[in-house]
């Protein structure tokens, strides 16, 4: 029995050499490249760019998507809007009833006259009386020039005994008459004079009060006619006409209007990444409704404050759009979004896929005399589909993109 035991013993550890000594024959020796289905690239120079990538929306600039509304109360008379329009700035959106508004103004207006008149009373008629009085003054210091004179006289005559002391006496009693008329006359001058300053001084106040009650009049007239604020797009309209509208702390909205040729792309980049970007930067994006047009633009802002959705930091990153897009770009259109942060100019490049990570070491396939060997390397910079190669291959040389398949033993 011991006998047959040996044996299969050594049959079997002869047959586990034989199959042992196959597969080192098999994987020990070079692998043949150009196996069905492997493909190859040239390791070249190129630029090599960092990016980061994210997920925004299309949305209108700081302005350019306004809510007309009506800063007075009233009745909608005329709206002359609908969706889709395309306005001017300073095209009539919508009218208000005017009656009442316009009877404020008329009586304004007539007070405003009268005013007018009363400051042409005034300006006419209070300088002739201050010609008059000043008039009367001169006359009265003519006649107290005069009085004097005959005191003078009278006195003269008294002296040479000519002349008697009741002359005299009627002389003085002449003089201080006419001194009080002229003191009386000075006095209507300087009331004269005063008057006339105050009287011209209420007369501009009053001017100036319906003067101003007329252009605030003017001024609500002028609300009960809505015009564009911008040019754009009708986006939406929530008031028709024949509705009242209330003007309270908020005005009430009558249309939305879009101005589609000021957009932007607002992109919400994650937190691990927005420490990279910086305005400034370059960036593309593509919308669904276009997948193969890509869009130019550039990081014009960063949002301080975070936007968390669904318990992820993201921070909104304004671009600016670069490239003509009239027609095509529509607020709310889901973009994805490309800022490109770096720049390596002019480096060896394989595409990523050829770069492999085994055992630790990133390697690489090269194809020399139609056979694969792998290659340690030494990778810097990656962007969507290439990588930077700093040692390890050099430029013009052939890679696998793909790990080879083992080359099938020769029947001996």
Request: with cysteine; proline share 4%.
């Amino acid at each position: 029995m011991k006998k047959p035991m040996r044996r299969a013993l050594y049959i079997a550890a002869v047959g586990a050499f034989a199959v042992g000594a196959g597969l080192w024959w098999r994987y020990s020796g070079p692998v043949k490249a150009g196996a069905a289905g492997d493909t190859t690239a040239k390791v070249v120079r190129r630029d090599i760019m960092s990016t980061v990538l994210a997920t925004g929306a299309v949305k209108p600039r700081v302005g350019a998507e306004v809510r007309v509304g009506a800063r007075i109360s009233g009745k909608v008379e005329r709206l002359f809007a609908n969706i889709g329009d395309v306005v001017k700035k300073g095209q009539v959106i919508a009218e208000l009833e005017k009656a009442d508004l316009e009877a404020v103004l008329a009586q304004w207006q007539a007070e405003l006259r009268m005013a007018e008149a009363k400051s042409h009373a005034i300006e006419t008629l209070r300088p002739k009386e201050i010609e008059k009085a000043e008039s009367d003054v001169t006359k009265c210091e003519a006649s107290a020039v005069l009085a004097r004179k005959e005191i003078d006289r009278q006195q003269c005559l008294v002296n040479k005994g000519v002349g008697t002391r009741q002359e005299l006496d009627r002389a003085q009693e002449q003089l201080s008459v006419t001194d009080a008329q002229l003191a009386s006359a000075r006095k209507a001058l300087e009331l004269a004079r005063v008057g006339y300053a105050e009287d011209a001084r209420q007369a501009r106040a009053n001017l100036d009060r319906a003067s101003a009650a007329v252009r605030n009049a003017e001024v609500q007239l002028s609300y009960a006619t809505i015009t564009a604020p911008i040019g754009g797009v009708i986006g939406l309209v929530t008031t028709q006409e024949g509705e009242t509208v209330a003007a309270g702390l908020n005005a009430p909205t009558f249309v939305t209007i879009i101005d589609l040729g000021r957009l932007q792309v607002d992109a919400y980049v994650d937190e691990v990444d927005i420490g990279k970007v910086k305005a400034g930067q370059k960036a593309t994006f593509t919308v669904d409704s276009f997948p193969s047009r890509e869009f130019g633009g550039k990081v014009v802002a960063i949002y301080p404050k975070a936007v968390i959705q669904e318990n992820v930091v993201n921070y909104d990153v304004v671009v600016e759009i670069t490239d003509p897009y009239d027609g095509l770009l529509r607020p709310e259109m889901t973009a994805s979004v490309t800022i490109q942060l770096e720049a390596r100019e002019n480096v060896l490049a394989v595409p990523a896929k050829a770069v492999k990570r085994e055992k630790g070491k990133n390697v690489a396939y090269l194809v020399s005399n139609g056979q694969a060997q792998p290659r340690e390397v030494k990778v810097g910079w990656k962007d969507s589909q290439w990588i930077e190669i700093m040692s390890g291959l050099d430029e013009g040389q052939t890679v696998l993109l793909e790990p080879p398949t083992p080359a099938k033993p020769t029947e001996r």
